[in-house]
């Protein structure tokens, strides 16, 4: 395989830190195909977290999207430098995708889609459930997030959708990836009630879910 800079820049990223970047070689044209398969140029406005080199803001660019109406929230400094270079329109945000307010991105910020190649299989469960709290909050109604993984399950638990009032599906798995990876489709649930509007009784009970996730720990994302 011909190494391109992006391809160069990305492993130079995972030696440094493998557990941030998730994995030794950038997502493939299939699993960004399937990424990004519900997402055109009617979709509106696109948030997209960790970009990395920007595999899957191609493949957004390819479905029809314009720069204009990405933008990429990427902690890396080295890739979002490269992100700044190769895709000028875009709106680039340097920070963490778990502190959105912080990074720049407001709580009033509405977007139509979120594409996620965060690695959150090797991120603490407080981390995620921050991540997909500033997610919940920034979705549409009826818009989705879409998240990949290597593992065999959603790699956001059960107790955290439940707070969140999100629900999870599997929209497939790509064989042809290395390694192998699945990807979910997250959207605001029709029969749950978020954390934030739930009643008490029910929000201790979420909470107690939570911290009982949170200690049985988490498999290290490959």
Known sequence: MVQTPQHLTFLCQWIANPLMVGAVLPSGAALARLMTKAVDHTTGQVLELGPGTGVFTGALLARGLAEEQLTL??????????????????????????????????????????????????MSTRTVYRIIRGVALRLEPGSSLFQFTYGMRCPVPDAILHRAGLDAVLLGTVFRNMPPASVYRISHSRSRTPAERAPPARQAEDRNNLTMTSQEGEPVHR
Do not use: M, Q, W
């Not at 902690?75 to 778990?98: C, K, Q």
């Open 73 to 122: 929230v990427e902690l890396d400094d080295s890739f979002a430098e490269l992100l700044t270079n190769r895709f000028p329109g875009a709106r680039i945000v340097r920070g963490s995708a778990a502190r959105l307010s912080a990074a720049g991105i407001g709580k009033a910020a509405r977007y139509d889609a979120i594409i996620s190649g965060l690695p959150l299989l090797s």
